[in-house]
Every structure is written in C-alpha cells, then in structure tokens.
C-alpha cells in the first residue's frame, strides 16, 4: 500500500492530518507491515523526505499506530524524466546537457524503484478480503446506526407508555372496568419509508416542523424544504447532516456554502434516500387479551394485567440494554481491527472554518455560518463522545478480536428481539437493499478502434520509441542478475 507524498509538507495541517487519518480509517490493522511511503516531486530536496518526515512521524506517534517509518518504507522519486520523454514525444528539442540531467534522473528513478520491489517481494501479503470484509461491516454499522438510534427513542416510549398501563391497572375501578376499552399498552414502532427520488433537505430550525403524518397520524419531524426533491448527487452518505460533498448540489450557491433555496449553510443540510415513520401499535395480543379474560372474577383479571404490563416493560428494558451493548460492541469492533477507529481531524477542520470567518472584517463576516459551524462542532464532538464511550466500555479485550462473522450474528441477535427485532431487520433489509441496488454495475460494450486508427497508433509508437531509442541506453545491471533494463 502506498502512501503518495510531497516532502515539502513542514506543518500538520488540517488537510495533512485529515488525508491520512482518512485512509487509515479505511485500512485493517493486518496491513500496517504493508505500507510504505512514496514522497513524488523529490529531485527538489535531493531525494529525501525533507520537512514531511517530521510531520509524517508525529501524526503516526499521536494517532499511536505500528507504522515504521524508515529507509525501508521511505521511497523517493521525481516524474521529470517522464515528463521529459512526453516533451520529446511531442517534438520539443532539448540541449544535449538537458538530455543528460533527465537520464540521471531516470536511473535514480530506477534503482529506487528496485529497491521499492525487493521490499515488497520481501513482505507477508495481508488478506485484502480483511479490509473489504471490514469496510463491509463499516458500511453495516453505519446504516444500523440511525435506525439503532430511533429504536433506543422508540423502545423507552414505549416503556413509559407500558409504565403508565401499569399505573393506571393499580388505580383502576373493578366495577367499572372494561378490558376491552380501558386496559390496553398503546406503543409506537418505526416503519421504512423508501422516498420516490433522493433529496436534498434543510435541517435548520426553520426549516424543519413537527406534523400528524404517517398511516396512524402520529406527530414527527417534517422537513418541509426540500432544497433539491430530485438530487442525484453521488457519493454523499445519505441521512448525514453537513457533508462537505453537498457543497456540489445544485441548489447550492456558487460558493458552494449557502443554499439558493432556503438562505441556510450546507452543514444544516442533508442527503435523504429513505424516511423512518412513527406508526402506531398494540402490544396486547388477541390471544393475551383473551386469555386475561378469562381469569374468573375483574380481581384476578386486573392481577393478570398488571403482572403482563409489568413483564412487558422488563422485556422492554432488555431489548433496550441489548441494543445499547450491541452499539457499544460495533464501536469496540472498530477500534479492534481499523488502524483508527474514525477520522478525528474534522474538528480541527471545523475550528479552522470558524477562525477564518471570524477574522473577516464585520462587514464580511457571516455571523450565520459561524453559528451553523458551531452546531456542526457540537455535534461532531457529541458524535466523537459516544463512539469513545463505546469504545471505552468494549470487553474486546477480554475476548480476543471481533470479526466481521461476530458483527453479523449480532445483528441476527437484534433481529431476533422479541418486539423490535423483525421492524430492525426490515429497516435494515430495506435500506441496504436500497442501496444496493444504486450500485449495481451495468456492463457497456464499447466498439473496437477502426483500422486506421489502430494503424495511426501504430506508427505513433514506433515513432515514439526510436526517439527514445536515440536518447537513451540500455545497460546490465549487476543488483538484477544481468537482465537488460532501460536505465536512462
């Protein structure tokens, strides 16, 4: 794996720590042996890392990772050879002193490509299915973390809603009760609801109302802008408020950071593809109904009812505690096997954008994208917060490395909860389906060069190559065992 550099990168920027915390995030800890450092642009600083090495080795050090960073995994090159050879390819002439400059460039470029193969026939191959499977299961967690989100919501509604059942069953008058009527649990439960088209809409305060909708007319959150009903924009993390990506919508103004249609920064806005409605449901069942009244006297029969209302929130509180120690478990399978858990620089990058807007002058100064900037830091570090805490409290320790097959049976595990597991698993069947289908590949058959083109890129190449036939030698390298290379 290699890690392409300019060594002229001195500070920690922003950019800097958020490039390569970005593609760690993305790499399974199998494959820290197996990364090197290729530093382009080289011939500058007398092919050396010069001032990256420092800052490469001080983000590695704080992000406490097992990454070497040596001679053998630090490479150094310079592509002006190359760009010489596009030159003479286009007929540009140079001075026989030029000409020799490029060919010492070139073999420099060649031995420290040597010496980057023996490195790597050297090394153990790691399973590249391991990062797959990772990020597969990254992808997993992340559709499972807002419909996980709502269901802890729902779950302790519900809870309070089987609580006051119970209360009411202790209060209630026996001669005037009427099971049918007065004694029911009332709960709550989510519902996919797949949108005809995604969209882009605006989740600021006023943008945003709370309405009757759904099949049971139960008041949820509205986002009644809609900046871009149909948005085709590829790439953004649906259901993620603030990607930077959606700076690239076309209800964006050209700058990219407010919106033509509502006046709102893009870090209020969000890419939906799928909507979670609250719809109404029973937790009584024709069959417990029936059997509670079949107890002899009203006595008995309100007895049997608070005892179920009593059953039913405890099975509530487990569901609830299950899904709490499952969410903590992903977060620990993250740090388990990522080099990093989660790219931790947006912050900073969040800090930056908020200084440099208020070190406009006041006529300048967005007062309103500082306070959306804010919100955005505020949430991140809450977000931050909770995936630490789960990581915090995770007994991966104990029991050894998660597994991408561990991740799954416990998502089978929620899916088998009693009250909430089936609406899990077709929230999660729904979106993931969803998704899948956007990204399903077609093939295209693209017709092959006619016969005068192919000739005309025949004779480009010939062309090409007695140029370079001219220009350079071919010499026997002793490190190669006496093969022919182009060394010049």
């Not at 090197?36 to 600083?45: E, L, S």
């Not at 953004?236 to 603030?242: M, N």
Request: hydrophobic content about 35%; proline content about 3%.
């Amino acid at each position: 794996i290699c890690i392409l550099l300019k060594p002229n990168s001195s500070r920690l920027t922003v950019m800097f720590r958020f490039c390569i915390q970005q593609l760690l995030a993305h790499l399974h800890k199998d494959a820290t042996r197996n990364i090197v450092f290729c530093f382009t642009h080289a011939r500058g600083n007398f092919y050396k890392p010069g001032d990256t090495l420092p800052a490469l080795r001080q983000e590695l050090l704080e992000r406490k990772v097992d990454i070497e960073v040596k001679r053998e995994t630090m490479y150094c090159f310079d592509s002006e050879a190359f760009r010489f050879l596009a030159c003479i390819k286009n007929g540009v002439e140079f001075e026989p002193e030029d000409t020799q400059v490029f060919a010492a460039s070139w073999t420099r470029a060649v031995k420290e490509k040597n010496r980057l193969f023996s490195h790597i026939k050297s090394l153990t191959p790691h399973k590249v299915l391991d990062t797959l499977s990772m990020n597969d299961t990254r992808r997993m967690i992340c559709a499972m973390s807002r419909p996980l989100g709502e269901m802890t919501v729902t779950i302790q509604k519900n809870i309070t809603q089987a609580t006051e059942a119970q209360e009411k069953a202790k209060l209630a008058d026996l001669e005037a009760l009427d099971f049918m009527k007065d004694l029911h649990v009332d709960g709550i439960d989510c519902e996919f609801k797949e949108l005809d088209h995604p969209r882009t809409v605006c989740t600021h305060k006023d943008c945003i109302e709370y309405i009757a909708t759904g099949r049971d007319n139960i008041k949820q959150v509205n986002y009644k802008t809609h900046c871009h009903p149909h948005c085709g924009l590829s790439g953004v993390p649906s259901e993620a408020v603030g990607d930077s990506r959606l700076q690239s919508c076309v209800a964006m103004a050209p700058t990219g950071v407010t919106c033509n249609v509502c006046g709102h920064s893009f870090n209020h806005h969000m890419h939906r593809t799928y909507d979670l409605v609250i719809i109404s449901r029973k937790f009584i069942s024709p069959a417990v109904e029936m059997k509670i009244q079949n107890k002899k006297d009203a006595k008995s029969q309100l007895e049997a009812y608070e005892a179920y209302c009593n059953n039913l929130v405890k099975e509530f509180e487990h569901e609830k505690e299950t899904v709490f120690r499952i969410s903590a478990t992903y977060g620990s399978f993250l740090k388990d096997v990522a080099i990093i858990p989660y790219n931790d620089a947006l912050g900073d990058y969040l800090d930056m954008n908020i200084a440099q807007e208020r070190e406009k002058d006041k006529i300048l100064r967005n007062q309103g994208l500082i306070d959306s900037l804010q919100t955005s830091k505020e949430a991140y570090e809450e977000e931050k917060k909770i995936i630490e805490d789960a990581m915090a409290s995770s007994v991966a320790g104990a029991t050894g490395r998660f597994t991408p097959s561990q991740i799954k049976k416990l998502q089978g595990e929620l899916f088998n909860l009693k009250h909430f597991g089936n609406s899990l698993k077709v929230i999660f069947e729904s979106i993931d389906g969803s998704k899948r289908n956007k990204y399903i590949a077609s093939q295209i058959l693209a017709p092959a060069p006619l016969g005068e083109v192919k000739w005309g890129l025949q004779q480009a190449m010939k062309s090409a190559a007695s140029k370079v036939k001219k220009m350079f030698v071919w010499d026997q390298t002793e490190e190669d065992g006496g093969d022919m290379e182009c060394i010049g």
